[in-house]
C-alpha cells in the first residue's frame, strides 16, 4: 500500500472536498472566491488584519474537534488537510432561517457597510460555540481582529451580548453534527504522507515528526510553513515565491507541550491559543503579553515556534524567552542540538539554523523563587499593534536586598531581540534601590543603539527603555502594585 497520497482532503461546510490540483501559495481565499464563487468571505486587507475573510477551521486535537475562527486570507489551502472547513454560508439553515449570531446583528444594526460583516458574524459564532454567555471582555478579546471602519462597534457588542437569548448553542450543527464530522476527519487522517506537484512547484506534507525531518534531509531549502501568519504575508503583500513548500501544522507530537517542576516544553508548533493556559498560569505576566498578540484569529493559527524561526527583531516572544533562559531544540534528521535562544538570532533576517534543519521545540525555565520576572509590550495601539519596544526583566534579589542574577531582553532596540548584558553587569551585587538602578540605566547606549522608523524614533525607544526598568523597580519595590491603567472600562 502507499505511502503517499498526492490530493489534500478537507470538509468544506457539509461537502467532501479532494484536490490534487493545490499550488503551494494557493490561499484559501481565493479558493473560497475564485474557484468556488463563495463570497460571503470577504478579502479587506490581505494580511490577517481587518478579519473581512474570518473562517471557521475545524481540527482534531488529542482525539477531539475544535473549532477555532482563522484569516483565510493568510491560510495556505494546503494546511487544511483533514479539516473542517466553516464558512457564512454554512450558517442560514435550509429554510432561510438566519442563525442566532446573524439574526442579533440584524437586531441590533450591527451591520452598516456590511463589507467587515461576515467576518464579525464568524468570530462571534466561534465565540458563542464556546461560551454563549460571554463577558464584555470575552467580547472584545474575540473581536480584537476584527475591524469596522464605520465603527459600528458599539451595535456589534450589544448584538454578541444579546445573543444567548436567540438561540441554544447546544442545538448548532456543528455540535450536534459533531460526531460524524469527528469520524469524517479521523478517517481523512490516513497517517500518509501528502506530495502534490514536483520539484520546485511542490507541496508537502508530512505524515509525522520523523517524515518531516526526512524530507527536510531531501528538500532542506523547503520554506515550512506552519501557522502562515508570517509567511502568508510573504505571499499576499510581497508575492515571492515559497515553493517547495512543507506544511507542519498538523503535526501531532509538534503541538505538545509538557510542564516539568521548573521547566514548561513547548513543541514548536503549539499555537498561542493553546500555550496561553499553560503559560499565563505559570509565568503570569506572560498572559496580557500573549493576549496582545495579534487578534484572536492570528493567536489561533500562529505558532511560538514561528515567532522564533522568524528571527523578527520585534517579534513578542524571544525577549521574554531570552530573559527566561530558553533553549531551542533543533532537529536534522535524527540527530538533534540544543540552542540557547539568544544565541539563536545571529544578525538581521539571520538564524542559527542549519539547511534541512527545523526548530523542534523551546524548553522555558520557570523564574527561580526569589526571582521577579516581568514583560510590556510598548505599541501605539493596545490591540493587533505591531512592537515598538518590549522590554523583558527577570531578575532575582537575595533575603538582604541585593541583585544576584538579571536576565534583561528587549525586542525593537536592536536588529536581533537582544540582551542588556552592560545594564545586568550594573545591576549585579548591588542593592536593589533606585540609585543602582540609575546607574544602570546609563549603561543602555552600551547595549543598543535604537533606529527610528515608522513605530518610534530612536529617541523614544531609548526612554521607553529605560522607562521600563524604572518600572520594574517601582513595581516590583511598591508590593507588586501595577503603574498603568491595565484596561479602560465602557460605562454602563
Ligand atoms: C495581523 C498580524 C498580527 C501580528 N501580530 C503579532 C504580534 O502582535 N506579535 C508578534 O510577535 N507577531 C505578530 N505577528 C507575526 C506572526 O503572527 C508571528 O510571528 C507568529 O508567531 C508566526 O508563527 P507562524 O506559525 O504563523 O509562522 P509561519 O508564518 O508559518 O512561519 C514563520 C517563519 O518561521 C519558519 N518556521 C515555522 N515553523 C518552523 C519550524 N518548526 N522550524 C523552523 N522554521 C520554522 C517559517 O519557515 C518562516 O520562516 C502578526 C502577524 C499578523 C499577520
Ligand atoms: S482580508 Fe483582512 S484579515 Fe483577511
Ligand atoms: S459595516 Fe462597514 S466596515 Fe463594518
Known amino acids: 500500500m502507499s505511502t503517499t497520497r498526492s490530493e489534500i482532503r478537507f470538509l468544506l461546510n457539509g461537502e467532501a472536498v479532494a484536490l490534487a490540483d493545490v499550488r503551494p501559495d494557493e ?80 437586531d441590533f444594526h450591527g451591520s452598516q457597510c456590511g463589507f467587515c460583516t461576515p467576518g464579525f458574524v464568524m468570530s462571534l459564532y466561534a465565540l458563542w460555540m ?19 471602519r464605520c465603527t459600528g462597534y458599539e451595535a456589534i457588542v450589544k448584538a454578541a451580548c444579546a445573543v444567548s437569548s436567540y438561540g441554544d448553542a447546544t ?25 502534490i506537484g514536483s520539484g520546485d512547484e511542490q507541496l508537502l506534507i508530512p505524515a509525522d515528526a520523523d517524515d518531516l525531518a526526512r524530507i527536510l534531509e531531501a528538500e532542506p531549502t523547503a520554506t515550512i510553513v506552519a501557522g502562515s501568519t508570517d509567511v502568508g504575508l ?65 493567536r489561533n493559527m500562529g505558532t511560538i515556534g514561528g515567532n522564533i524561526a522568524n528571527g523578527s527583531p520585534i517579534g513578542d516572544m524571544p525577549p521574554p524567552l531570552i530573559a527566561l533562559g530558553a533553549r531551542l531544540t533543533l532537529r536534522k534528521g535524527d540527530s538533534r542540538r540544543t540552542v540557547e535562544l539568544e544565541d539563536f538570532f545571529i544578525d538581521y533576517g539571520k538564524q542559527d539554523r542549519r539547511p534541512g534543519e527545523f526548530v523542534e521545540a523551546v524548553h522555558i525555565p520557570l523564574p527561580k523563587q526569589r526571582a521577579r520576572f516581568a514583560v510590556w ?59 543602582t538602578v540609575e546607574k544602570a540605566v546609563g549603561a543602555y547606549p552600551s547595549d543598543f543603539k535604537p533606529i527610528t522608523d515608522m513605530r518610534a524614533s530612536a529617541e523614544y525607544r531609548m526612554l521607553v527603555a529605560r522607562n521600563l526598568l524604572k518600572r520594574f523597580f517601582l513595581e516590583s519595590a511598591d508590593s507588586g502594585r501595577p503603574l498603568q491603567v491595565k484596561r479602560y472600562e465602557v460605562m454602563a
Open 234 to 298: 510573504w505571499v499576499t503583500k510581497f508575492m515571492r515565491r515559497i515553493a517547495p513548500v512543507v506544511f507542519v501544522g498538523g503535526i501531532d507530537e509538534l503541538r505538545r507541550i509538557s510542564v516539568e517542576d521548573d521547566a514548561i516544553t513547548i513543541g514548536s508548533g503549539v499555537s498561542y491559543t493553546d500555550a496561553f493556559e499553560v503559560l499565563s498560569s505559570r509565568i503570569s505576566s506572560l498572559g496580557p503579553l500573549l493576549d496582545r498578540i495579534g487578534g484572536e484569529q492570528i
Open 130 to 148: 464556546r461560551n454563549p454567555s460571554p463577558s464584555n471582555y470575552a467580547i472584545e478579546k474575540a473581536l480584537q481582529g476584527n475591524l469596522c
Open 171 to 195: 442545538r448548532d450543527p456543528l455540535k450536534t453534527e459533531r460526531a460524524s464530522v469527528l469520524a469524517t476527519l479521523k478517517e481523512m487522517k490516513d497517517g500518509k504522507r501528502v506530495k
Open 377 to 435: 509590550k510598548v505599541t501605539k495601539r493596545r490591540d493587533e499593534d505591531i512592537t515598538a519596544v518590549l522590554g523583558a526583566f527577570n531578575i532575582s534579589i537575595d533575603s538582604d536586598g541585593t541583585v544576584t542574577s538579571a536576565r534583561i531582553a528587549y525586542g525593537g532596540m536592536a536588529v536581533t531581540p537582544k540582551r542588556a548584558r552592560a545594564v545586568e553587569a550594573v545591576l549585579v551585587g548591588q542593592p536593589w534601590t533606585m540609585e
Open 27 to 106: 490561499t484559501l481565499l481565493d479558493f473560497l472566491r475564485l474557484r468556488r464563487s463563495m463570497r460571503g468571505t470577504k478579502e479587506g486587507c490581505a494580511e490577517g488584519d481587518c478579519g473581512a475573510c474570518t473562517v471557521l477551521v475545524g481540527r482534531l486535537a488529542n482525539g477531539d474537534l475544535v473549532y477555532e475562527g482563522v484569516n483565510a486570507c493568510i491560510r495556505f489551502l494546503g494546511s487544511l488537510d483533514g479539516c473542517h472547513v466553516v464558512t457564512i454560508e454554512h450558517l442560514k439553515r435550509p429554510d432561510g432561517t438566519l442563525h442566532p449570531v446573524q439574526q442579533a446583528m440584524v
